[in-house]
T-cell receptor, first 113, second 114 residues
Framework: AQSVTQLGSHVSVSEGALVLLRCNYSSSVPPYLFWYVQYPNQGLQLLLKYTSAATLVKGINGFEAEFKKSETSFHLTKPSAHMSDAAEYFCAVSLGGYQKVTFGTGTKLQVIP | NAGVTQTPKFQVLKTGQSMTLQCAQDMNHEYMSWYRQDPGMGLRLIHYSVGAGITDQGEVPNGYNVSRSTTEDFPLRLLSAAPSQTSVYFC?????????????FGDGTRLSIL
């Protein structure tokens, strides 16, 4: 079984500041990890995914995430927030193959001008 | 390329009514899923399918039925709508080996049960 915990349902940052969204996972085997973004009234879009090839994963729109096995974490970061980054972000975990994907409860990012 | 198409986008039902939420994908993906999204609860898996003719239950299957007669279509049926089923429903698809592949989502169906 697997689970994922996102710390902080709401995060506010100033435009130009560092974005840090936290995700911790629980898995009995090495997991596959994903970050998705959801803009209002839209479906989820993939930001990036970890599939064991590299621990630092770069995604779209300047986001990246680092897989830390010792901390069971996969936090999402972006050096400088932009107004267009305001959205809800979801971390997800899977054991691969035909296994189900489990989503976190989401973090809403607010960017303050 | 349309991707994942969900219809309708909005629907209001009365308690006890039945309806079918449609989902179609044109990417020849084997793996399809239905989720419901409720405030503060993220996405919860209702049912999923790993190929035509194969379906299985997810985390919250009660009150919902699915079938998968073709690769492209994966309809979700509400048997007797209840107010607790008021939610936003998302359909998603992914290629073979769905668990390690990113999912492609539709834009959702916003369903209200009165």
């Amino acid at each position: 079984a697997q689970s994922v915990t996102q710390l902080g349902s709401h995060v506010s940052v100033s435009e130009g500041a560092l974005v840090l969204l936290r995700c911790n996972y629980s898995s009995s085997v090495p997991p596959y990890l994903f970050w998705y973004v959801q803009y209002p009234n839209q479906g989820l879009q993939l930001l990036l995914k970890y599939t064991s090839a590299a621990t630092l994963v770069k995604g779209i729109n300047g986001f990246e995430a680092e897989f830390k096995k010792s901390e069971t974490s996969f936090h999402l970061t972006k050096p400088s927030a932009h107004m267009s980054d305001a959205a809800e972000y979801f971390c997800a975990v899977s054991l691969g193959g035909y296994q189900k994907v489990t989503f976190g409860t989401g973090t809403k990012l607010q960017v303050i001008p | 390329n349309a991707g994942v198409t969900q219809t309708p986008k909005f629907q209001v039902l009365k308690t006890g009514q039945s309806m079918t939420l449609q989902c179609a994908q044109d990417m020849n993906h084997e793996y399809m899923s239905w989720y419901r999204q409720d405030p503060g609860m993220g996405l919860r898996l209702i049912h999923y399918s790993v190929g035509a003719g194969i379906t299985d239950q997810g985390e919250v299957p009660n009150g919902y039925n699915v079938s998968r007669s073709t690769t492209e279509d994966f309809p979700l049926r509400l048997l007797s709508a209840a107010p607790s089923q008021t939610s936003v429903y998302f359909c998603a698809s992914s290629p073979r080996g769905g668990g390690n592949q990113p999912q492609h989502f539709g834009d959702g169906t916003r369903l209200s049960i009165l």
